[in-house]
C-alpha cells in the first residue's frame, strides 16, 4: 500500500489576521516544471538556470526580499580566488559592473568602487536578480512562510505556504524541487536527514573541528551550537541618503562599551580611527558594509526555529548591530566631538523600506546542513580536493566566527573561532543530493561538515551551487528521471559550457609512514616519505620534529630520537621541480601518555598593549593563518608579552611563529626572561630562515613553576612586527 506522510511546522506565520480555525481552504498555484523554496542567491540563481534550459519554474520566498545575503547587506562579496568564479555567478558580477559603467560612465569613482563588480549597493542586486528572473519567465513569490511537506513513494507531490500578511494558504507542486533557503526548511520538513552544529575533531579527523578554546579536556568536541550571526546591514553617509540610527528595542549598551574605553583612552576624534578597517567596507555611493556586532549564543534555537522564534532572534541580532552605531553617536561617556563624526554614518534612505531602513536578513552563516550522499570535511577542502563528479569549486578559507563565551579559569573568552586556509576544490553532485527523496536538489544547506561549510558558504559558491542545482533538475525533467540519476557527463557538459571552472589546480600530495613498529623515545623512530600525488620529482624535502621550525632531517627515509615519552607532532614539507609546494604532511606518533613538557601561547593569551590587527601570512605551511601585525613605525608604543610556567627545570629551546607581510621590521626587539635574567634578541622578520611557520630563536634555561616569559616590542623597529605564538620546547636536564 502507498504510503503518504505529511510534515508539519509549528507556526509559520506571524501576526497573520486570520484565526487557526477560520482559516480557508489552500489554493493550488499552477503547476511547474520546477519549484524552488528559498529565494537566496542560491535559490535565484537554481532558478534561472532551470528557467533557461526551458523548464516552467516557480520561486517561493518567505520574505519580502529575495536574494538572500547578496541583497541583504552583505554588499563585499567574499569571493577566495576570482578565477574559480564562473557561470550565472559571474553573469551577476559582470552585470553589476555594466550597471555602474552605464549609469556612471567607465571611467567613474563607481565602477572602481565595484573592485570588479563584487562591491555593489544593495537594491542594484535586486534589480539584477529580478532582471534575470524575468527573462527566464520565472515566477516569484514571495512572503510565503512554509506549513508543510508532502512526500509520497520517495517524491515530493507539493509543500504548502502562508501568506504572512493576508494568511492565505496556497499549494505549490512540481515535477522537480530545490531546496534554495539557508535554513534547509524544505529538505527538513520531507524528512531528509541532517545535522546542526560541529562534529567532533575525531569523528571525521578534523583538526579544526569541535570545541576550539577552553578546559584541554573538552577540546575537540562536538556540540550542538551554530557560529554567530550578525546582519551585513548598510550604512550611508551621505547627507541626502541618510536617516539617523533609532535607539533600538533591546539596547545592548554594555556589551558596547568597551569601545567608549579605546575612544577615551586614545583620545580619538573620529570613527575611523577606532576602526582601523573602515577602508575595506566597499564604500560605493556613499554606502557601504561594515560587517560588525557578531552575537554569539543568541542563534542557538534558530536553525529547528519556527518562523516566530526566528523571527525574536532576528530583532536581537539588528537591534545588537543598531546598539553598537547608537552607542557610538549617542553615548555620554563619549567625547561630543568624536560623537559628531560618528553621526555622519546613518542608515540608507533608499534601501530596505519595509523594514525600516535595516536589512531583514540575519547572516546565517550556517544552519542545518544535509547528510547527503556526500559529506564533504576538512580533507576534501586540503588534502583529497578532486572529485569525479565535481560542478563546481570553492576556494575561501575555513572561516568560523565565535560560537560562544566561556568561562575559563583565566576569564571569559570567545570560543569557535577559527580561520585557514583552502585550496582551490571541487564540490561534487552528490553534496547536493539527498537519501530517500528521488526529485529534491539541496544547493544551500548542502552535505558539508561545519568545518567544510564554513568555506564553501559564500555568495558566489552559493550561487554556482544553484546554478548547478538548477541545470540537474532541467535535466531530470526532461529525461525523466530521478535527480540522483542525472548524467554527470551531461551535467558536467552544460556547466561547463556555461563557463562553470570544474577543474581544481594541482598541487602534490605526500604523507608520513611511521617505519618503526613500536616507537619508544630515546629510541631512533624511522620514517618514511609517501608520494600519493605527485606529477614531478621532489626537489626539496624539509622534515621537522620538534616543532621548532628547524630543518632537521631531508631525504625520503630518516630517523629521529626523541627525547620524550610523550605524543610527538611530525611535520614534512616538499617542492617538486616545476616549484608546486605541497600542504604539510603531519603525523602524531605516540610514545607514551605522559604529559609534554612543552608549552606554548597563542597571541589571544598574551598580555597586548597598543592596537595589534590581524594579518595573514602566505607561507603554505602557516595556511593563512591569521596573526597579529603593529602600524609600522612612526606608530604607538606597543607590546606582546607570552608567558607561561614550564613543568620542569632544564634546558628549552624557544622558537616563535609570525605570519609574513609586506614592509616587515629587520630588526624586532624581542626579550626572552630565563633562569640567568634576560636576553635581548633582535628578530628578523623581513626573511624567514626556513620554510616553516616557526623558527628558533635561542636555547635557554629555565626553573619549573617560575614564570617564564618572551616580550616583543615595535620600540626602535625600522619596519611593522608581527606575532602570533610563542613555544618553549623541552631539550633535556
Known amino acids: 500500500m502507498k504510503q503518504s506522510i505529511l510534515f508539519l511546522t509549528l507556526l509559520a506565520f506571524v501576526s497573520s489576521p486570520l484565526v487557526r480555525g477560520e482559516v480557508a481552504p489552500a489554493q493550488t498555484a499552477p503547476p511547474a516544471d520546477v519549484v524552488v523554496f528559498g529565494g537566496t542567491s542560491a535559490g535565484v540563481i537554481a532558478a534561472v538556470a532551470a528557467g533557461r534550459g526551458g523548464a516552467k519554474v516557480t520561486l517561493v520566498e518567505s520574505s519580502y526580499l529575495i536574494g538572500g545575503l547578496t541583497t541583504g547587506g552583505l ?135 569541535g570545541i576550539t578554546s577552553g578546559p584541554a579536556e573538552y577540546l575537540g568536541k562536538g556540540d550542538q551550537r551554530v557560529q554567530a550571526y550578525n546582519i551585513r546591514g548598510t550604512l550611508s553617509v551621505r547627507d541626502d541618503n541618510r536617516v539617523p540610527i533609532p535607539k533600538p528595542k533591546h539596547y545592548y549598551r554594555e556589551a558596547h562599551a568597551g569601545h567608549i574605553e579605546t575612544v577615551n583612552r586614545l583620545k580619538l576624534t573620529r570613527l575611523d580611527q577606532l576602526f582601523t578597517d573602515t577602508q575595506r567596507w566597499a564604500m560605493i555611493n556613499g554606502k557601504c558594509d561594515p560587517n560588525k556586532a557578531d552575537l554569539p549564543g543568541v542563534n542557538f534555537a534558530y536553525s529547528d526555529g519556527d518562523y516566530e522564534q526566528r523571527a525574536r532572534i532576528t530583532e536581537k541580532v539588528q537591534d545588537y548591530w543598531l546598539s553598537l552605531w547608537y552607542l557610538l553617536q549617542n553615548d555620554p561617556g563619549l567625547p561630543e566631538e568624536f560623537k559628531r563624526d560618528a553621526r555622519r554614518w546613518g542608515l540608507p534612505k533608499d534601501e530596505f523600506l519595509e523594514s525600516g531602513h535595516v536589512t531583514p536578513q540575519v547572516y546565517v552563516r550556517v544552519a542545518r546542513r544535509m547528510l547527503g550522499r556526500y559529506f564533504l570535511t576538512q580533507n576534501d577542502l586540503t588534502y583529497e580536493r578532486y572529485k569525479p563528479d565535481t560542478v563546481c569549486l570553492g576556494s575561501y578559507n575555513m572561516d568560523a566566527h565565535p560560537i560562544q563565551i566561556i568561562q575559563t579559569d583565566e576569564g571569559p573568552k570567545e570560543e569557535g573561532h577559527f580561520n585557514d586556509a583552502s585550496d582551490a576544490y571541487e564540490i561534487p553532485y552528490r553534496s547536493l543530493l539527498p537519501h530517500g527523496v528521488d526529485n529534491l536538489i539541496v544547493v544551500a544547506a548542502v552535505s558539508a561538515s561545519h568545518v567544510a561549510y564554513s568555506s564553501l558558504r559564500m555568495e558566489p559558491v552559493f550561487m554556482m551551487l544553484g546554478h548547478a542545482g538548477g541545470v540537474a533538475a532541467d535535466l531530470a525533467r526532461k529525461d525523466r528521471t530521478k535527480v540522483q540519476e542525472v548524467s554527470v557527463a ?65 631525504g625520503t627515509k630518516v630517523r629521529h630520537t626523541f627525547n620524550q615519552a610523550t605524543k610527538a607532532r611530525v611535520m614534512v614539507l616538499v617542492q617538486d621541480e616545476k616549484k608546486l609546494v605541497a600542504l604539510p604532511a603531519r603525523v602524531d606518533v605516540d610514545l607514551a601518555e605522559a604529559a609534554s613538557l612543552d608549552r606554548e601561547v597563542h597571541y589571544t593569551e598574551a598580555k597586548l598593549n597598543g592596537r595589534w590587527n590581524r594579518a595573514r601570512g602566505p607561507e603554505v605551511e602557516y595556511r593563512q593563518r591569521v596573526g597579529l601585525v603593529d602600524q609600522g613605525p612612526g606608530g604607538e608604543p606597543m607590546t606582546a608579552e607570552f608567558s607561561t610556567t614550564l613543568p620542569k627545570t632544564g634546558s628549552y629551546r624557544v622558537a616563535v611563529a609570525f605570519p609574513s607581510g609586506g614592509n616587515r621590521a629587520s630588526n624586532v626587539p624581542v626579550t626572552i626572561t630565563h633562569d640567568g635574567g634576560t636576553a635581548e634578541v633582535k628578530l628578523n622578520q623581513k626573511k624567514k630562515p626556513g620554510p616553516f611557520a616557526f623558527q628558533p630563536v635561542g636555547e635557554y634555561r629555565f626553573t619549573a613553576g617560575k614564570t617564564a616569559s618572551v616580550r616583543f616590542s615595535n620600540a626602535g623597529a625600522d619596519g611593522v612586527v608581527l606575532i602570533d605564538t610563542v613555544r618553549w620546547i623541552w631539550i633535556g636536564e
Open 75 to 209: 554588499t563585499k562579496t567574499d569571493i577566495g580566488k576570482g578565477e574559480t568564479i564562473g557561470g550565472i555567478s559571474r553573469e551577476f558580477y559582470d552585470r553589476v559592473l555594466r550597471h555602474y559603467s552605464k549609469a556612471y560612465g567607465p571611467d567613474s569613482q563607481q565602477v572602481k568602487d565595484t573592485g570588479g563588480g563584487y562591491f555593489f549597493e544593495t537594491k542594484v542586486a535586486l534589480q539584477i536578480y529580478q532582471e534575470m528572473l524575468a527573462e527566464a519567465g520565472v515566477t516569484v513569490r514571495t512572503k510565503e512562510r512554509l506549513e508543510s511537506v508532502e512526500v509520497k513513494d520517495r517524491r515530493i507531490v507539493s509543500f504548502i505556504t502562508r501568506h504572512y500578511e493576508t494568511g492565505a494558504l496556497t499549494r505549490f507542486t512540481g515535477a522537480q524541487f530545490i531546496d534554495g533557503s539557508y535554513e534547509g526548511d524544505l529538505m527538513a520538513q520531507a524528512g531528509v536527514l541532517y545535522r546542526v552544529g560541529r562534529e567532533a575533531r575525531a569523528e571525521y579527523n578534523e583538526s579544526l573541528a
Open 490 to 554: 551531461a551535467l558536467q557538459e552544460r556547466l561547463r559550457k556555461d563557463g562553470i571552472p570544474l577543474k581544481a589546480p594541482f598541487r602534490p600530495v605526500v604523507t608520513i609512514k611511521v617505519a618503526t613498529r613500536e616507537p619508544q623515545a630515546g629510541q631512533p623512530v624511522e620514517f618514511e616519505l609517501v608520494s600519493r600525488h605527485v606529477e614531478s620529482p621532489l626537489k626539496v624535502i624539509a622534515w621537522n620534529f620538534d616543532g621548532s621550525g628547524e630543518v632537521q632531517a631531508g
